[in-house]
């Protein structure tokens, strides 16, 4: 069983010229506790998908590493406490749903 913390983190950053969001998404997504990282529409401009060993972890890692990258103006970090239904999210779906067939 592992003890694995999945957050969520909401990025606004300041699009850089030439390469608009793209240059901070790619440096936000090399690092290893990135599993994903999406460009979205809305209130803030990249979507994290990250996982650490603890609760701490995380907050060290946002606080240390994405907060200080330069075009991040803010980030608002939620743990995932229970998930109901991912698939494919984290990993190999496991659906037992029944197949549909016409």
Do not use: W
């Not at 969520?8 to 936000?28: D, M, S």
């Not at 980030?75 to 037992?96: C, N, Q, R, S, V």
Request: charged letters at 25%.
């Amino acid at each position: 069983m592992t003890n694995e913390v999945h957050a969520v983190i909401e990025l606004r950053i300041t699009p850089q010229r030439e390469c608009g969001f793209g240059k901070i998404a790619e440096k936000v997504a090399k690092y290893e506790q990135v599993e994903a990282c999406f460009l979205m529409s809305g209130g803030y401009d990249l979507l994290v998908f990250v996982k650490g060993d603890s609760l701490q972890d995380v907050a060290h890692f946002v606080a240390q590493d994405l907060s200080t990258i330069d075009g991040v103006l803010s980030t608002a970090t939620h743990f995932m406490l229970k998930t109901y239904k991912a698939p494919g999210l984290f990993g190999p779906a496991d659906d037992e749903r029944l197949a549909v067939t016409p």
